[in-house]
């Protein structure tokens, strides 16, 4: 999770992003540079957004592929939802490192960004500690690796708050001295969206800018400075209070809105913020035009975004510092999704950890 | 930390609780029962609130005394106000022992609320494990104990969901198996604002109904059930978001109000909003009147609170629990809150143990 | 694991003190109040010891039943026996639990004993967190519960020098609060012999004598004092430096010993201590004889038994406490141990949990 | 800690080394290449021990010097006397770094070595936790560090089992991307002695071999690989099983020996092994002569060594594995230790940590 951030201007998600500035329907791609596919299966819902570079200067994500796994197996602690996310993490995973041109034997650097001593940041170093380890074996005792397996090593560079040292200039070192052949990376990440938080699993190959490195192009760890294919693994675990409160309001107004129009509609209609797959964030076409909120909310309706966001900040910051916040289960909701994680990083990599699922099941 | 509690009807801060319904002006008492006397030391906000029986029906927390410590130290990790905190903590403690007649050697039984598993609720274990315990060393080598320190035990019941045991059953057998002079009960709190998150202490003589039992007079602890005094400390460590959303819209309906009405004012004037010793939660002031309502916000403005409530805490939960919401860097705000905690408790009980305090500083 | 003990003098295991006391073969009962039988399957050999009043006082353990499972599951950290160990462990847990006349709906209260701060000790805390907890589900929401599970509760008393209190007060207070039909105790032990660390279970029916109040009737935990069956599941975890060099110098001596006789003994026959489960502690019939002694060791091998313990341990105790040390891979031996252990007594208590077995082994 | 290492054949610490393989009498240098000084105070006995080429290849250590602290400051759970300790290390510190030519404003790499999941390994991952970093301050926000701090960073590379990277490869990579002017080195240790056990610590200015790389000049982290200085810090927390029982016995024939010759003595003289300090290991001198071993200990003591070792060595370790051990107590052993290194390196490297004394004390 990046540091000293604003959060309050921008998201980690891709799908946030694109949901907050474009109208793009899903299926379409209407020539603007974002392209968005979306299907669903097992209760999970799989969303893939391509980028190129005009697209990328529209919403401010960097042009790639992006996947989005959303399912509620992590907060509803349902075990056989979470078996069937991590098979689907590892497909899909698969998948991408197909597209990015990793072949089977290729070594791979796992890094687990994040704070181990702040659980909502912990992400990346939980996944670390239960990803299968070879590349020790293949160089000293070749002959006891199985077939199946691949050289996969993984360490955590910690923060810098903690080490001193920039994030990227550690993975940097590392990547030198041990010359892999492609790089994954799983961070905890910022939502816009309290619905997001532990229910969304984002795949990128776009590479990543860790800690203050952003903007800053000599930090960044991607194909581009590597010339290896760089892939990342992001959750949104904390979100801003200011966040939470902003789309509260224009949720209200929007509300409002709809129910001025459609008085006749049945009032037992399920309401789009029942349905987390359905509302997620608030899109442009969500907010409450002009008419809407000067009738509904009188002159507060009437303020530009900023300014809400500005007053609202306000009332939520008095201390002075980001306000970030995450659900009082953190603990429990970070391990199980590590665990979800790791099992599918490590099928992912690993073809033949089929063979041992009873043991890798067994812990 | 009580488990499945309605949070959005009411706080666990008697503080919150008179704030939320009555006019009181400190240093007043106008007979309707509840009294209130502050003081500031040292960047320490304190707060005696009296509630007699027609106050307790008014503001909803039974009658006795509530002294509320308020403090940054925790959140701006200021180590020398943690230690000025600890030293205040110890000396209201001390009083209210006195005020509750608790003598110097009697037997005190500290008993740590909450689940150690979930962070924000560990607050209780986390205490218990720094508190000086030494009623074994009394009954078994009784030669070794020095002045100035009494018998003290100290025990963590879990929480029900991991127990299977109702907390007061566990809390009752130790009573009486061990027949403690007194009881002190450390818990982990709801707070209705964000601003009071791990930065109020409250110190009550009212007892406690831990866990499910609430409402169940069999299942309290306090002095009426076992003719002991019991006190019980607690911290604000989670806040309810829908309470988050609901005030900040207030705050800005009453934000327009102002504004409205006060065209003439600074406009640089510092907003009640920068200042957490001056706003705290909204008081029954603070709520726009009809006409401020009706002109700033229009349709929303007018509604009664209840419909408030019920439309933004459908925007918010969206997955049907309670959402209840912790800072990011609760790992370390709950470890230095306990370590104040324990800190002050093992002062008041423990008058010798200024002689051993550089010991005591070391670790 | 009993605190201050001293450990030189006995064993918590009725399979050592067997050994180290009589000539009972496997299979025998020679009327002297000590039955052995044996078996072995998937690697785990199981021993069930019955002792009678008569050899209770020769062996210096309590007459009852004694079920020990030994297996190399966990220190050969070998995941399928691990599997193979929890479901033996069932079987016989359950089996005890018919002798002791436990039917399917009691009500069992499982106590994990121990420190948990105290990794070798930290065993029966460990195991609590994992078993699955019913009794409040059962009394709060009986129509969630499914058929074949049993109404359990669990809870961990913490050791008397954290908590001040004695900790066979506490189960005391417990038990008399929830009047449950039996107890399930889980302990970490001490061994005598290095090689039964984290490689023995040993199961009884006779009751416990937690922390200091051995050789105190009142604060006995067994079916004597209350009524209700006390079943005790204990993992030797740690084992006294003094013993390990004892047994060692006994050892060296036999060996020679041997040696002496059997010259013309291929030399590469496999030696006893290579083979755990033949070897175990060095029973009556491995000391040496008058004979051997004098003529391999010289003085010290005719010194009492007593004499050369008491100058081994004068070399090995400077510091004046006992020395218990625990392998230095402790952590993950502890871990393991407790997962293999909980998973078996949930198997035992809860017949349906078969049902949920994917469940179960998702995490 | 080394992983897969012969720890029967030596020692981690120099003055072990010497001690077994020299007559060396503090105070001297006799030109055989090593020289000895002791010193104590404050119940803490410092020893300076420096080899040149020819003392190293006698003793097996490589040329430089040694410093080593012996206290039972951890061992007591003194807090006073740890107090005392970190202000040794500190000044020794100090002493050291001077003497490698480190100046004031140099800017130093800490490494933490070890596995933070291996309680008995985890010293070197603790410690790092409680440096005070600075380095990203002064590279970043330079006016906010005070006079008296210097540049300083800290990581914990992990170890290859779990990375699967050499620590070696680790450390090296982040040196070459962070170009510190010196590297401090932590690792827990092995030790001859159970008596050394969490009661010493080791400087030294020779650098070290980190992991598989022995014997591996390319692995080597030290002034002659990087031109820059590296200290480092070891303290033993494990000792093998082997090296108690074979250190027993040949103490058990000394004794056996002395007495035999001493018959006149009063038998209440302080036995050597009641004082740590004069006792340590047994050094070349304390070996009984063939005499004493013929007339006391037969045919066993009159083997050689090695014999011995392979001995004892068959009987303690049936498993097939080293059997390394730690005190039972390990966990509070490593963590107060831990915070005794941390708080002497604080104070050697940043000079005006005293004016934050109270502050650092606090915590």
């Known amino acids: 999770m990046e540091e000293n951030f604003d959060y309050t201007l921008r998201t980690d998600l891709a799908l946030e992003a694109q949901e907050m500035n474009v109208k793009d329907e899903p299926g379409s791609s209407d020539g603007d540079g974002v392209e968005v596919h979306e299907n669903e299966k097992n209760d999970i819902k799989i969303t893939y957004v391509t980028v190129d570079e005009a697209g990328a200067e529209r919403i ?25 996310l991590s098979k689907t993490l590892s497909g899909q995973l698969r998948k991408l490192m197909n597209e990015c041109g990793i072949k089977e034997m290729d070594r791979g650097l796992i890094v687990g960004l994040g704070n181990a001593n702040v659980t909502p940041d912990a992400l990346g170093p939980l996944v670390t500690e239960e990803i299968y380890v070879t590349t020790h074996l293949f160089e000293l005792h070749p002959e006891t690796v199985s077939d199946g397996y691949r050289p996969v090593s993984a360490f955590t560079p910690g923060v810098m708050g903690v080490t001193g040292i920039e994030t ?11 010359k892999p052949d492609f790089v994954l990376v799983i961070d905890a990440l910022a939502s816009r969206s309290i619905n997001r938080i532990n229910a969304t699993i984002q795949l990128s190959d776009t590479g990543i800018h860790p800690g203050s490195g952003v903007g800053n192009k000599r930090k960044e760890i991607s194909r581009e400075t590597y010339g290896i294919p760089v892939i990342s693994i992001g959750v949104p675990t904390v979100v801003d209070a200011v966040t939470i409160t902003s789309d509260a309001i224009d949720y209200v107004l929007k509300h409002f809105g709809r129910e001025w129009r459609e008085k006749d509609r049945p009032s037992n209609a399920l309401s789009p913020a029942m349905n987390p797959f359905e509302r997620k964030t608030l899109t442009a076409e969500d907010h409450p035009n002009e008419e809407q909120s000067k009738a509904v909310m009188g002159m507060f309706g009437q303020l530009e975004e900023a300014e809400k966001k500005q007053l609202i900040k306000e009332v939520l910051t008095p201390l002075g510092h980001n306000l970030m916040v995450t659900p009082k289960e953190v603990d429990s909701f970070i391990q199980d999704m590590a665990h979800v994680i790791a099992k599918g990083i490590n099928g992912a990599l690993h073809p033949g950890i089929e063979d041992g699922e009873a043991q890798s099941y067994f812990k």
């Open 60 to 84: 401010g994500k960097k042009a790639g592929h992006y996947v989005t796994l959303e399912s509620l197996a992590i907060r509803k602690q349902d075990h056989q939802l979470q078996v069937n």
């Open 168 to 178: 990227s200039d550690m993975v940097h070192g590392i990547i030198e001295q041990t």
